[in-house]
């Protein structure tokens, strides 16, 4: 089967430019992850997709970050405006939903911002 | 909230040596644990996982990882290391406070295999 699609694979940008990131998970996987994994660090949620719906962006910096999921399949991710501490990888997954499965991860967006 | 905590933000071992990584859990539930490896510029890759069956499991690349309820750890161990394991590995739990899975993450370790 085909994995996790993510793009663009690295970007950089001038703080305060605004950029997007695009996700394609595996087909028929309901729940859609963006984790945030910044150099050194674990993986932190951003935000949680079922289907189409937002089931968790508690730690989503709002007046920046804004995602969606269009049609329940394909995400996008957007910051605007970026910050020099936006600087990270991240990382898109995708799963079947039940809590014994664990995910399927994408190759990641490594973000630069100068 | 589940929580890992992962000893060790390095570890290095010769080729051939045991490998130990350690992971102990924080959870209020019998919880699902996972490993995974992140080799650089990519994404992670599960290695293996924890499902409440059998408490010694076997994953990919000659890993395995016991689940110790009494020691709360989740510990994962390859009797020979070899020069391709060298990679960051995290340990997760599954969390379950918003009725949806999600995977909590550890800070990872750095697995360092010398010649």
């Known amino acids: 089967e085909a994995g996790v699609a993510q793009s663009p694979r690295y970007k950089i940008i001038e703080k305060r430019q605004s950029v997007a990131f695009w996700c394609n998970p595996i087909s028929g996987h309901a729940t859609l992850y963006w984790y945030q994994q910044i150099l050194g660090q674990g993986p932190k949620l951003l935000i949680q997709f079922q289907n189409n719906g937002v089931v968790d962006d508690s730690q989503l910096p709002k007046d920046r970050f804004s995602a969606e999921r269009l049609k329940g399949v394909d995400s996008t991710l957007k910051i605007q405006p970026a910050k020099l501490e936006d600087s990270a990888v991240y990382l898109c997954?995708?799963?079947?939903?039940?809590?014994?499965?664990?995910?399927?991860f994408g190759s990641g967006t490594r973000l630069t911002v100068v | 909230a589940q929580s890992v905590t992962q000893l060790g933000s390095h570890v290095s071992v010769s080729e051939g040596a045991l490998v130990l990584l350690r992971c102990n859990y924080s959870?209020?539930?019998?919880?699902?644990l996972f490993w995974y490896v992140q080799y650089p510029n990519q994404g992670l890759q599960l290695l293996l996982k924890y499902t409440s069956a059998a408490t010694l499991v076997k994953g990919i690349n000659g890993f395995e990882a016991e689940f110790k309820k009494s020691e709360t750890s989740f510990h994962l161990t390859k009797p020979s290391a070899h020069m391709s394991d060298a990679a960051e590995y995290f340990c997760a739990v599954s969390d379950m406070n918003t009725g949806f899975q999600k995977l909590v993450f550890g800070t990872g370790t750095r697995l360092l295999v010398s010649p």
């Open positions: 959870s209020s539930v019998p919880p699902y």
């Open positions: 997954a995708s799963s079947l939903g039940a809590e014994y499965y664990g995910y399927t």
